[in-house]
Nanobody, 112 residues
Framework: QVQLVESGGGSVQAGGSLRLSCAASGSIRIKAMGWYRQAPGKQRELVAVITPGLSTNYADSVKGRFTISRDNAKNTVYLQMNSLIPVDTAAYYC???????WGQGTQVTVSS
Protein backbone atom coordinates (compact mmCIF):
# COMPACT_ATOMS: atom_id res chain seq x y z
CA GLN A 1 0.00 0.00 0.00
CA VAL A 2 1.27 3.43 -0.92
CA GLN A 3 2.12 5.73 1.99
CA LEU A 4 0.44 9.13 1.94
CA VAL A 5 1.86 12.18 3.73
CA GLU A 6 -0.09 15.42 3.99
CA SER A 7 1.42 18.84 4.57
CA GLY A 8 0.50 22.49 4.30
CA GLY A 9 -1.97 22.85 7.12
CA GLY A 10 -1.88 25.73 9.54
CA SER A 11 -3.78 28.57 11.14
CA VAL A 12 -5.26 31.36 9.06
CA GLN A 13 -7.83 34.10 9.45
CA ALA A 14 -11.16 33.93 7.69
CA GLY A 15 -10.79 34.87 4.05
CA GLY A 16 -7.30 33.46 3.85
CA SER A 17 -5.89 30.65 1.75
CA LEU A 18 -3.92 27.47 2.26
CA ARG A 19 -2.56 24.85 -0.11
CA LEU A 20 -2.45 21.29 1.12
CA SER A 21 -0.19 18.69 -0.43
CA CYS A 22 -0.41 14.91 -0.31
CA ALA A 23 2.80 13.16 -1.30
CA ALA A 24 2.56 9.48 -2.14
CA SER A 25 5.43 7.02 -1.81
CA GLY A 26 4.53 5.43 -5.12
CA SER A 27 2.75 6.13 -8.35
CA ILE A 28 -0.72 7.65 -8.20
CA ARG A 29 -1.20 7.58 -11.96
CA ILE A 30 -4.09 5.11 -11.98
CA LYS A 31 -5.55 6.12 -8.65
CA ALA A 32 -8.60 8.18 -7.84
CA MET A 33 -7.51 10.43 -4.98
CA GLY A 34 -9.51 12.41 -2.49
CA TRP A 35 -9.36 14.89 0.33
CA TYR A 36 -11.54 14.37 3.39
CA ARG A 37 -11.87 16.34 6.59
CA GLN A 38 -12.98 15.67 10.12
CA ALA A 39 -13.94 18.34 12.61
CA PRO A 40 -14.01 17.58 16.36
CA GLY A 41 -17.10 15.59 17.28
CA LYS A 42 -18.12 15.11 13.66
CA GLN A 43 -17.83 12.34 11.10
CA ARG A 44 -15.17 12.40 8.43
CA GLU A 45 -16.59 13.92 5.26
CA LEU A 46 -15.59 14.03 1.63
CA VAL A 47 -14.18 17.37 0.47
CA ALA A 48 -12.98 16.71 -3.06
CA VAL A 49 -12.09 13.89 -5.43
CA ILE A 50 -9.98 13.74 -8.58
CA THR A 51 -9.92 10.79 -10.96
CA PRO A 52 -7.03 9.59 -13.11
CA GLY A 53 -8.78 11.30 -16.01
CA LEU A 54 -8.82 14.60 -14.10
CA SER A 55 -12.55 14.63 -13.42
CA THR A 56 -13.29 16.36 -10.14
CA ASN A 57 -16.10 16.40 -7.63
CA TYR A 58 -16.58 18.65 -4.60
CA ALA A 59 -18.71 18.85 -1.52
CA ASP A 60 -21.32 21.57 -1.93
CA SER A 61 -19.85 23.42 1.03
CA VAL A 62 -16.50 23.99 -0.72
CA LYS A 63 -17.54 24.42 -4.37
CA GLY A 64 -16.09 27.58 -5.85
CA ARG A 65 -13.58 27.95 -3.00
CA PHE A 66 -11.47 24.78 -3.08
CA THR A 67 -9.64 23.23 -6.03
CA ILE A 68 -8.19 19.73 -6.15
CA SER A 69 -5.39 18.95 -8.57
CA ARG A 70 -2.73 16.33 -9.15
CA ASP A 71 0.80 16.05 -10.47
CA ASN A 72 1.39 12.43 -11.41
CA ALA A 73 5.06 13.09 -12.16
CA LYS A 74 5.52 14.14 -8.51
CA ASN A 75 3.06 11.58 -7.11
CA THR A 76 1.33 14.47 -5.37
CA VAL A 77 -2.23 15.66 -4.95
CA TYR A 78 -3.05 19.22 -3.94
CA LEU A 79 -5.97 21.02 -2.37
CA GLN A 80 -6.01 24.76 -2.90
CA MET A 81 -8.32 26.32 -0.34
CA ASN A 82 -9.41 29.93 -0.80
CA SER A 83 -11.88 32.14 1.05
CA LEU A 84 -11.54 29.98 4.13
CA ILE A 85 -14.21 30.27 6.79
CA PRO A 86 -14.23 29.04 10.39
CA VAL A 87 -16.39 26.00 9.59
CA ASP A 88 -13.53 24.76 7.39
CA THR A 89 -11.57 24.10 10.57
CA ALA A 90 -10.76 20.38 10.65
CA ALA A 91 -8.11 17.77 10.22
CA TYR A 92 -7.70 17.16 6.50
CA TYR A 93 -6.84 13.70 5.22
CA CYS A 94 -5.64 12.40 1.89
CA UNK A 95 -7.21 9.14 0.69
CA UNK A 96 -6.42 6.65 -2.05
CA UNK A 97 -9.90 5.76 -3.28
CA UNK A 98 -8.68 3.08 -5.67
CA UNK A 99 -6.58 0.87 -3.41
CA UNK A 100 -7.30 2.27 0.04
CA UNK A 101 -5.01 4.00 2.46
CA TRP A 102 -5.07 7.23 4.40
CA GLY A 103 -2.53 9.82 5.37
CA GLN A 104 -1.98 10.92 8.94
CA GLY A 105 -3.81 14.21 8.43
CA THR A 106 -2.93 17.88 8.60
CA GLN A 107 -4.73 20.40 10.78
CA VAL A 108 -6.40 23.47 9.33
CA THR A 109 -7.66 26.12 11.74
CA VAL A 110 -9.57 29.16 10.52
CA SER A 111 -10.23 31.99 12.95
CA SER A 112 -12.86 34.68 12.58
Amino acid sequence: QVQLVESGGGSVQAGGSLRLSCAASGSIRIKAMGWYRQAPGKQRELVAVITPGLSTNYADSVKGRFTISRDNAKNTVYLQMNSLIPVDTAAYYCHDLTFGGWGQGTQVTVSS
